[in-house]
């Protein structure tokens, strides 16, 4: 435990020392601003209208304030960026710096120097994830939103999160190479946010539309299966949780198993 | 020769020395085979079933085994070298996210779920949930089932819709049961109901569908396809609102026959097959039809008043600008002389009397059940609303009244210049009164030519309050019942219904009063009335000051200013 807190707490500070970040946090508070900006502008617009009585010959219904709420959907979406920029340092580079080993001279195991590293680049995420709540507050003065999807769909974006980050420190554990690590975690994180779509695609290869074991498997394995119908709307299901924390799980077990085998074998 | 002592550590070292029976890693790599065989199975038949608990029993005892036969080196494999970075740490690896794979496999196959949404996206709302307890406690109503067509493809929307589902078969108590159908495999079933993929389709379980299930499940080949009884089908986009399917429900169970026969009037509210009004009651078989005097009166005519076949019929005056004819007060009077149930909504008196003015109707009514429409429209500066004082918002409805037994605690009903309703103080002895609505005490009436002139105020020579103004009388020893309202406005629902606002409850309250539909076995209130509109359905207005808020914080303060924190940090950390 204390082992876990030690590289915790070190790595968390490196996170807030370091410019990618910084940078990584500003590019994702401007996109996302520029969108809910965008979608509401043009909602008050389209509103406004049908107050007046335009628009409602064509079956328009007046928005409400649920539908522009983006900020956890969005984030979630770019987590094959954000999860790859955050994670590639944080193996890799203590490999090819070769300080991987002084740090396992410390009184700790490879199991607490991953988990602590895993608990740092997850707790900068949080933060960089509580801070969307800005646009809660924001749309809460200009209407109402749903308090049971806002909760859920955080607490999914959070362990969303967290799996990314969690696949993404396997490939910085297991090459020396930042680009090379941050490129392999892209491709797995977006390989897991379409494999629903690879699901479709399998259907529509069958003379039935349905590909059975198959499309069953690319679904239960996809990210957005998990979350973006589910949790973000506002309906909890066990599974989906237990799919988060098990991705993150096994990963972690899988980075430890890399460690090792690094390690000891030089 | 002496025998060498036994050395017990020798003999030990030799017994460590002794290969297991089988090596441990066949055993384990059985039991890896073993474990990720579960969740295959689990996902390849949409359960966790024998074949998943057989290959996970397998899994475990290869891994008992492993232990028994070979423990030391159990003990060392997960303390090796081997075991941490070895060759075997791949199987071990493997075993582990296969044992992972095998939880959520027996978590997804429980399926809890739960709605938090606030409202209630996925669940069942009050009102409906309420009417499916109704359904579920009432023997009479039979078993309905709903059939959900979804490809493959729409996982997505039955992940939604499930829950929804399951909730319905809850509430009822399992009167109301559904099934998923892949209208891909089961293109029979597609074919028949006709219903497009996403769409459902709801039924009544006859016996002979019940019949026809039970001996497929049982494996028996059908000679012909036996569909649900007395089916409606949903769109996929009307399967997403779960009004659309209580309402449906609620439609396909409805039994009975009740006609209400809506007298064709000048200038009254129009009940047509397009009203609200209409629609929401003939959910559950009210029948609505159009009439005038040759269709009561004709001798070939269909429509017989008093029809003994029907479970419960209503006359129907809808307001009315112009006064009854003889022949139609005496059509009225012998319906009602013969038991019948009539409805007469007033409207006001223009240059000529209107309906409710008649003076042979009033004498009559008068005479037979003590109540006539008074004159003039009623004025309650206690109760108006919309900024017209002949707009009474009628609050504190009689909660002890059967006429307005539909009409929510707290609710108000909306009367647009509506007439006062005199009881007579000497009337027949058979007559039973019971006063729905009354105006407040100072309230007072003005004739409408005197309202147009602006003359809206009290004077003292002016009658005064309260007023009943929703009033119903039943002739015990015929079964005549007489419904007066002072307005129309209860049966213009669909355009007065909303937050707090019943009247679409106060108009089949009258005309359920009226027929007798307290009598009849089904439940009362089978309609489900339309939601209030929730905080969360309000469109999103902004005015210029809260867009260019919005705007600075979230395209400048927070991102710019975590970059400017991110610079200053960077800047004092330069030199380090």
Known sequence: MRGIWAVFKRELAVYFRSPIAYAVAFAVYFFIGLLFVGNLIQVVAINTQLLGGQGQQFGQQPIPATVLFNATQLITFLMFLIGPLLTMRLIAEENREGTLEVLMTLPMNESSFVIGKFLAVWGYYTILLALTVVQVFLLSWVGALDAGTIATSYLGAWLYGGAALAVCMIWSATTEDQVIAAFLGATTILVLYLSELGAEYANSLTASGDAGLLSTIFRELSLTAHYGNTLAVGLVRAHDILYFVLMIVGALFITTRIVETRRYRG | MTDKPTNPEMVEDVVEEIPPLV??????????????????????????????????????????????????????????????????????????????????????DQNWTTDVTQTDDFSLNQAARDVMAQFGADPTIPEVEILAFFTGAQAIQQTQLEPLLEDYEEASGGKVSYRFINPDRNVQAAQAYNVQPGGLVLGV????????????????????????????????????????????????????????????????????????????LERTNWNFQQVNLTDLTAVDTDITLNDTNLDGEVLLFAGGSSALSESEVALIQDYLDNGG?????ADPDGE????????????????????????????????????SIATLAIQNIRQTSDVMAFVPQQA?????????????ENRPDNIDIDVG????????????PELIE??????????????????????????????????ASPFEASLLQGQGIANLEAGVGMISWAMGYEEFETPANLFL???????????????????????????????????IVGGVVWFTRRGS
């Open chain 2, 341 to 345: 149930s009539v409805i007469i909504a």
């Open chain 2, 529 to 563: 009335p339309e939601l209030d509109t929730r905080p969360q359905d309000q469109p999103v207005f902004a005015d210029p000051n809260q867009l260019a808020t919005i705007n600075f914080i979230s395209l400048f303060a927070l991102p710019f200013g975590v970059l």
């Open chain 2, 205 to 280: 379980r006859s016996p002979e569908y019940i019949a026809a299930q039970q001996a497929l499940a049982d494996g028996q080949p059908l000679a012909e396809f036996v569909p649900l009884a007395n089916t409606e089908s949903l769109s996929a986009f009307e399967a997403s609102d779960q009004n659309q399917i209580t309402n449906k429900i609620v439609e396909i169970v409805a039994s009975g026959d009740f006609n209400v026969y809506v007298y064709e009037v000048d200038n009254g509210v129009n009940l047509t097959p397009q009203s609200g009004f209409v629609q929401t």
């Open chain 2, 454 to 487: 602006g003359e809206s105020q009290q004077d003292d020579d002016d009658d005064t309050g309260p007023f009943d103004v929703i009033v119903a009388a039943e002739n015990t020893e015929t079964g005549a019942r007489l419904v007066l309202s002072g307005s």
């Open chain 2, 437 to 448: 609505a009354s105006t407040a005490t100072i309230s007072y009436t003005k004739t409408l």
């Open chain 2, 23 to 108: 090596p441990p890693w066949i055993l384990l790599s059985l039991a890896a085979v073993a474990f990720i065989a579960v969740p295959v199975s689990a996902l390849a038949t949409a359960s966790f079933g024998a074949i998943s608990w057989g290959a996970l029993v397998v899994g475990v005892l290869l891994l008992v085994l492993t232990i028994v036969l070979a423990p030391q080196q159990a003990a060392g494999f997960l303390t090796g070298r081997s075991f941490r970075f070895g060759s075997t740490s791949i199987v071990i690896t493997v075993f582990f996210i296969a044992f992972l794979m095998v939880i959520y496999g027996f978590v997804a």
């Open chain 2, 352 to 387: 000529e009397p209107s309906l409710a003015s008649t003076e042979e109707l009033n004498t009559y009514l008068s005479e037979t059940f003590g109540l006539s429409f008074g004159e003039g429209i009623v004025l309650d500066p206690q109760n108006s609303v919309g900024g």
């Open chain 2, 412 to 424: 108000v009903v909306i009367l647009d210049v509506p007439r006062p309703i005199v009881t007579a």
